[in-house]
């Protein structure tokens, strides 16, 4: 695994974004999980594993997450 580093997170932002703001909280959590990763995808950003689009059955083991809640939060 990459090193993690930082990036600048606008918390206002995340907060005043209402369709963030209209999921779960479950589902914000995952979302969250996710753009943590993201700084390590090819290209810089995207969710990706080794370059290439992380597959659905792929996603729950790369977030540490159960595979029926993470398609389920997905959805």
Do not use: N
Request: aromatic letters at 12%; one cysteine or more; a positive charge.
């Amino acid at each position: 695994m990459a090193k993690m580093g930082w990036a600048k997170f606008w918390f206002r932002d995340y907060e005043s974004d209402i369709d963030v703001r209209m999921c779960r909280f479950a589902a914000q959590g995952l979302w969250m999980r996710m753009l943590c990763r993201m700084p390590e995808g090819k290209p810089y950003g995207y969710l990706t594993l080794h370059g290439k689009s992380v597959a659905d059955d792929e996603l729950p083991r790369l977030l540490c997450g159960g595979a029926e809640e993470v398609r389920r939060l997905v959805q």
